[in-house]
């Protein structure tokens, strides 16, 4: 699985871009809300992704941050819910409209989303409930250096939440390296 990417933007076609890493070019297609905050074309950039592999297809996906990731994984998990319709609802709101909504159960603002019709926003509504929390769209971000990064992606992937990792995280000495990190996290959390 491709899980983040760094590189230099070569394109910007909505909702698709380009990214190089390393001599190669990788197209993913993004939410108009991370589209709206990328750097001018040669920037570099960092992206989180998440690979869709299908028959026909391996397509990538790119976020700027872990909240609207995790809000994509959310909305695809859904029944009749794909990729395309998950941007869609990633471009039209932002992902604490999307946790707001949720929480008051209201669906009328996802039917504003085109390609969400009455009852698709209905079942996102009820499907979502308790997997996209308010709490989760306002969660601190996570630490800007990439051992910080690491660190919480990995306590995320030894089952803990995202909040806790990062706070976990945010706590270690500056310069922490991974597996100190890792190791130094996981004393903390488990006091």
Request: proline share 6%.
């Amino acid at each position: 699985m491709i899980g983040r990417l760094s590189g230099t933007l070569i394109e910007k076609r909505p909702p698709g871009v380009m990214l190089e890493t390393a001599g190669v070019g990788y197209e993913l297609d993004v939410p108009m809300s991370t589209f709206y905050d990328l750097p001018p074309i040669g920037q570099s950039v960092r992206l989180l992704t998440h690979l869709v592999v299908r028959e026909d297809a391996h397509l990538l996906y790119g976020f700027a941050t872990e909240a609207e990731r995790a809000a994509f994984r959310a909305l695809i998990r859904v029944s009749g819910v794909g990729p395309r319709i998950a941007l869609a609802v990633l471009s039209g709101m932002s992902v604490q409209a999307l946790a707001a909504a949720v929480a008051a159960k209201d669906s009328a603002p996802l039917t504003r989303v085109p390609g969400i019709g009455r009852k698709t926003a209905e079942r996102l509504v009820l499907e979502l409930q308790g997997k996209l929390e308010a709490g989760d769209a306002a969660a601190p971000a996570a630490p800007a250096d990439d051992d910080g990064i690491d660190v919480v992606h990995a306590l995320m992937a030894l089952g803990y939440g995202e909040r806790e990792a990062t706070a976990a995280a945010r706590r270690l000495p500056p310069g922490t390296g991974v597996a100190e990190g890792i190791r130094l996290a996981l004393q903390a959390l488990t006091k």
